[in-house]
């Protein structure tokens, strides 16, 4: 083994690693660095933001992960104003998405929570529901608060039949979670994937509400907005935004800040074990040991129990399950059809939509006014996502496409499908297959009580953290707004 390096106590400076180089784990490092930390850190892969990643397809630099960021809180564009990229933060181009269900597709109503409605009544709910189905939906008012907040862990269904019914759920709701979260709301934790809004509801009286005070930016509580939708965003209604290039400018605008506060960034290194030491930690990769004084572990959550198991056996018990794998494929077409938006930013699929195998469509340059102006009019890209990894409905027996070949034959039939515009091979300008094996994190129920025990087990002597999307909730608002908080616990 080669000697250690960054010993904690070779100078008067504290030290600490950083394992993992995505959103997480760079902002952990500037946590750090700002704090006068000499710290490393090490990233198993040759590219550095793990989702938050980019490729080329058509000569366009586009996002491969992450594209847009919720602003339900202002975390990501105070981070992208500190980055200087306040100036690129834009909204969506309106029109909305759309979703698939299994008898056709319907404008996505604008004013949910993960496809929960603020008022079932809204004219595009009404129409995806239909008259019994917000009805029903409208019951939730007159239900008492304490149905579904009771409970120390709900799943999203079970929360959302209850006081909706059951045509919220599989109209608005699946197709939401499917999409962005490529999960069953069976078996997803409704506090990890919508936080406070249970609180909401005790708050609010009805899950509607709740809903409709999220969505204002108003927290469970009352009281101030800490780190409220800024007021240009809330204007344009929108409850994402992005940045123009894409999401992965943030990393290299971040690695830039990094690089001038001194902190060391190992790219293609792989941490192998973790131990403890008198004077702290080391960190084992590739032969060659990391000694500090502190330790942030940031990397998907069965790696990090994996890792932290040796110095830490009593997390051996709490290891999530791994994320689905999700399949990306993005189309770059020559297709003037398209400039009409037939689906407004993109669609979200419906498990049980007949014909269909994707779980959701984005038409990036309907969404992004940014990437039209880069394409000019007549092309357009397209990307869909595979990998529903849900067991509902049957979706987890049906045969999802594999090869490369297989996902892009699925996604000509798919796109054609959603978009109700022929797309064919000869449209096709150039194309890319991205895949994320289990970087979804998996919230499934209980997941937050799982979370407070990993995080009680790794503070209890004041040295380690452990941040990242499977902690904090999935998503960068999450994760920009915990990892900073996780890791000054840490600092005196
Ligand atoms: C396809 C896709 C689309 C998404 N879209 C959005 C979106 O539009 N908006 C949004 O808010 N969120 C989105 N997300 C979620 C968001 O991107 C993630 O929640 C977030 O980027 C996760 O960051 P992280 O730092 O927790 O983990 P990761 O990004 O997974 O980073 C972990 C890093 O650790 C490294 N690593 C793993 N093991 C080791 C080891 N042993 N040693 C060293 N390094 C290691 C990995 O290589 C990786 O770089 C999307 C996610 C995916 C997969």
Redesign the pocket.
């Known amino acids: 083994m080669e000697a250690a390096r960054g010993t904690a106590g070779d100078t008067a400076a504290p030290t600490a690693v950083v394992?993992?180089?995505?959103?997480?784990?760079?902002?952990a490092a500037r946590e750090l660095a700002r704090a006068g930390v000499r710290t490393t850190v090490?990233?198993?892969?040759g590219?550095?933001?793990?989702?938050?990643?980019s490729h080329v397809v058509a000569g366009l630099t586009l996002?491969?992960?992450?594209?847009?960021?919720?602003t339900r809180s202002s975390a990501?564009a105070d981070l992208a104003a500190e980055l200087e990229l306040a100036g690129k933060i834009v909204a969506p181009r309106p029109g909305g998405a759309w979703v698939q269900l299994p008898d056709g597709p319907r404008e996505l109503p604008r004013t949910g929570v993960l496809g929960i409605p603020a008022n079932p009544w809204d004219p595009e709910v009404r129409r995806s529901l239909g008259l019994l189905g917000s009805l029903r939906a409208s019951l939730d008012k007159l239900l008492p608060a304490s149905l579904g907040t009771r409970d120390e862990a709900v799943s999203v269904s079970a929360l959302v039949r209850a006081r909706m019914g059951r045509r919220v759920l599989d109209r608005l709701v699946a197709p939401v979670v499917g999409g962005?979260h490529s999960a069953d709301p069976d078996v997803l934790d409704i506090d990890m994937v919508a936080p406070g809004l249970r609180a909401g509801i005790r708050d609010h009286g009805s899950l509607a509400a709740a809903v409709g005070a999220q969505r204002r930016g108003a927290p469970a509580g009352g009281g101030p907005v800490p780190g409220a939708p800024s007021p240009a965003l809330q204007k344009a209604g929108s409850a994402?935004a992005?940045l123009r290039g894409g999401?992965h400018t943030l990393i290299p605008a971040l690695l830039a800040e990094l690089r001038r506060q001194g902190v060391t960034l190992l790219g293609g290194?792989?941490?192998?074990t973790v131990e403890r030491t008198a004077g702290g930690w080391r960190v084992t990769?590739g032969g060659t040991a990391y000694d500090a004084g502190l330790l942030v572990v940031?990397?998907?959550g069965p790696?990090?129990i994996e890792?932290l198991s040796g110095a830490l056996p009593e997390l051996a018990g709490h290891r999530p399950e791994p994320?689905p794998d999700?399949s990306?494929v993005t189309l770059v077409v020559d297709l003037p059809q398209l400039d009409a938006r037939p689906r407004g930013t993109g669609v979200l699929v419906a498990p049980q939509s007949p014909g269909i195998q994707a779980k959701a469509l984005t038409h990036a340059t309907a969404k992004w006014e940014w990437l039209a102006e880069q394409t000019g009019p007549g092309t357009h890209v397209v990307r869909l996502?595979y990998g529903r990894g849900d067991t509902r409905h049957g979706a987890a027996v049906r045969p999802e496409p594999r090869t490369d070949t297989e996902l892009f034959e699925a996604a000509l039939k798919d796109a054609s499908a959603l978009l109700s515009v022929p797309v064919t091979a000869g449209d096709v300008v150039d194309w890319d297959v991205?895949r994320?094996g289990g970087?979804?994190?998996f919230a499934s129920l209980g997941h937050k009580r799982r979370v407070a025990e990993v995080r009680s087990i790794c503070a209890a002597d004041g040295t380690l953290a452990i941040?990242?999307?499977?902690?904090?909730?999935?998503?960068?608002?999450?994760?920009v707004a915990d990892?900073p908080h996780q890791v000054r616990t840490l600092l005196p």
């Not at 590219?47 to 990643?53: D, E, I, L």
């Open positions: 394992v993992g180089g995505g959103i997480s784990g760079l902002l090490l990233e198993a892969s590219a550095w933001g793990g989702c938050v990643g996002d491969s992960g992450a594209e847009s960021f919720a990501v962005v994402v992005g999401m290194t792989r941490a192998d990769a940031a990397v998907e790696a990090a890792l994320g999700v990306l996502s991205v994320w970087a979804l994190p941040v990242g999307g499977w902690l904090s909730g999935n998503g960068l608002a999450a994760i990892t």
